[in-house]
């Protein structure tokens, strides 16, 4: 079973900057067995992925957050993390993080998930 913990959310003014880390338990280097995703979901929006982190240390994406966001591990502390810069209100969200086994690179379902942390950028 694997748990995953974030923090690191709160309160940034527009153009800054915040840190968010995903603790992982369960078993040992969890981010080199999973692939690992940050997703954010907004108040009446859909869920989206904003970071993804592949076993062997790749990383994906999307174009909204492209350049802004930088996905990253530490798999001594099985730790995940999402380094976000340049921040606009359009990033507020509830930020999770995501594990999932990798069946093939277009099918990962990500059964584990964290409990998510409230980030807001104020204009």
């Known amino acids: 079973q694997v748990q995953l913990v974030e923090s690191g959310g709160g309160l940034v003014q527009a153009g800054g900057s915040l840190t968010l880390a995903c603790a992982a338990s369960g078993r040992t280097s969890i981010a080199s067995a999973y692939a690992m995703r940050w997703f954010r979901q907004a108040p009446g929006k859909e869920r989206e992925w904003v970071a993804q982190m592949l076993p062997s240390g790749s990383t994906y994406y999307p174009d909204s957050v492209k350049g802004r966001f930088t996905i990253s591990r530490d798999n001594a502390n099985n730790r995940l993390f999402l380094q976000m810069n340049s921040l606009q209100p359009e990033d507020t969200a509830v930020y999770s993080c995501?594990?999932?086994?990798?069946?093939?690179?277009?099918?990962?379902?990500?059964?584990?998930w964290g409990q998510g942390t409230q980030v807001t950028v104020s204009s």
């Open positions: 995501a594990a999932g086994r990798i069946v093939s690179l277009a099918d990962i379902p990500y059964d584990y």
